[in-house]
């Protein structure tokens, strides 16, 4: 208890220092998972001497973290932005991650002269993307939506072919006929797993009737959690059944439904700076130099050869034009997805793991900092943006925050006075307005003349100075109706 509070300083001002890294990455044009990893080394045994180092521990709460940002990036993916890019995004997930795995392993075996297990393990560690890491630097990019569809469907659904790679041939199991069909076990299941409980959690948030609004972000991410739970006990895909049961809750009809997106976005950056400060926590920067020319190799492999032959082999049926599948070689950011892969190994005291772990975070590190510095630039040259494309307008809370102004939500109950009541007699302060009135499922832009009716829903704009007043003169409507004032009703 006597180092409570030093703890929770400690993380307070770690958390508070990634924040402010995101403003400062976003302005780089870069990634802010080195900014992260730089706050992890700065902690670690280089820095301030704090000592980390337990793999398992690390794994575990390196998956966990995944599972977060999974839901997250499911939550948050529109279906129909990626319904166009659904073929290319599933091959790239797919066949692009065999590719990789085979390309890669066959030229490390030959070039580092590891033996075939482990060149393939390397392989499959580094043939998943990571979502964070990718659209950081896409927002700044302006490339075509189909484009966007592509990556961002590839990231949320390759980490699972490329988790099952690597339990695979970290366990040292067998490779016969019968690994293939394991593999679409596992992912066929975890399809379906996430589809069920997505469709299920949906159905019954719609039906719930919560005493508060907090409990519906809480009860839409406990589903994914538990997507994830049971395609592991079923011995399925976890990572795939937590992505698409997200996806299904974030394209249905979920009450509450900005604040859970909210809750979700803020819940995925919190384990997604967790989990970097942690994976650089563990690094060790002497052992990083040492693994220096073994990642600089990998990354040159997977860079120019493994990524670009698997984007081609996995796009021949789509006929996507060649700028793009450069663009799409080139977009290939790896994050903490390898890192967090690479200790599954290392946890099992496979020999040469601790080398693997070492030469992912070089190849990350200079990857990250090659491929986000240039991707821009790569799609003005290869006449992929579209700066004369209105870009979609992002609906959230900030605007109001900027603007100093609030949205009240008023429903009005069977028996209210409000009932009957015309706009007009509101007399709501100058700085307040019902901006939009939900009837019977439909909604409409009220009128001075529209007059109010019990279940009736209103969405009230007003400046944070109006609002106590608003509320005031609401709840006295509601209270005595339109002669409110003149019967006394002063609504407190």
């Not at 009736?456 to 609401?474: I, K, M, N, P, S």
């Amino acid at each position: 208890m006597d180092q409570l509070p030093v703890l929770l300083g400690v993380g307070g001002i770690v958390l508070l220092a990634s924040v402010v890294a995101v403003r400062v990455s976003v302005r780089l044009g870069l990634p802010s998972l080195l900014l992260y990893l730089g706050i992890g080394v700065l902690l670690g045994e280089a820095g301030f001497g704090i000592r980390f180092e337990n793999p398992e521990l690390t794994q575990s709460l390196g998956i966990a973290a995944l599972v977060l940002i999974l839901t997250e990036g499911g939550l948050t993916t529109r279906w129909q932005a990626v319904k166009p890019a659904l073929g290319p995004g599933l091959a790239l997930s797919t066949v692009a991650v065999v590719v990789s795995v085979a390309v890669t392993g066959s030229a490390l075996h030959w070039l580092l002269g590891l033996d075939w297990q482990l060149a393939l393990l390397w392989g499959a560690v580094l043939a998943s993307t990571d979502a964070a890491a990718v659209f950081s630097v896409l927002r700044t990019a302006g490339v075509g939506k189909r484009l966007v569809g592509m990556l961002e469907l590839e990231s949320g659904l390759n980490d699972a072919p490329a988790y099952i790679a690597v339990v695979v041939l970290a366990a040292g199991s067998t490779v016969d006929w019968t690994l293939p069909l394991l593999v679409v076990y596992e992912l066929a299941a975890g399809l379906v797993i996430g589809l069920l409980l997505g469709w299920l959690g949906a159905l019954a948030l719609r039906r719930a009737a919560l005493p508060a609004t907090g409990l519906y972000p809480l009860a839409t991410v406990s589903v994914c959690v538990l997507a994830f739970s049971s395609g592991q006990l079923a011995h399925a895909s976890g990572l795939l059944a937590t992505y698409v049961a997200g996806l299904v809750l974030g394209n249905s009809r979920l009450p509450h439904r900005s604040d859970t997106l909210s809750f979700a976005e803020g819940l995925g950056w919190l384990a997604q700076i967790g989990l970097f400060v942690l994976l650089g926590l563990f690094a060790s920067p002497s052992r990083l130099l040492e693994t220096l020319v073994p990642g600089l190799v990998a990354g040159a492999v997977v860079l120019l050869l493994a990524r670009p032959l698997s984007v081609l082999l996995s796009m021949l049926p789509f006929r996507v034009p060649w700028r793009e599948q450069v663009f799409l070689s080139w977009a290939g950011l790896r994050g903490a997805v390898p890192i967090v892969l690479a200790m599954i190994p290392l946890s099992q005291g496979v020999p040469g793991a601790q080398r693997l772990v070492d030469a992912v975070f070089v190849l990350v590190i200079v990857l990250t900092l090659l491929q986000g510095a240039t991707l821009s630039p790569l799609a003005r040259v290869l006449g992929l943006t579209r700066g004369t494309e209105p870009k979609e307008i992002e609906v959230d809370s900030a605007p109001l925050d900027e603007l100093g102004a609030e949205l009240l939500q008023v429903r009005i109950q069977a028996g209210s006075r409000l009932h009957g009541v015309y706009l007009s007699e509101l007399r709501l302060p100058v700085d307040a307005t019902v901006s939009l009135v939900v009837r019977d499922g439909a909604g409409f832009t009220p009128q001075k003349t529209s007059r109010l009716q019990e279940h009736d829903q209103l969405l009230v704009v007003t400046t944070e100075r109006a609002r106590a007043a608003t509320e005031r003169r609401l709840r006295a409507v509601d209270r005595a109706g339109r002669l409110a004032r003149w019967k006394g009703e002063s609504g407190h």
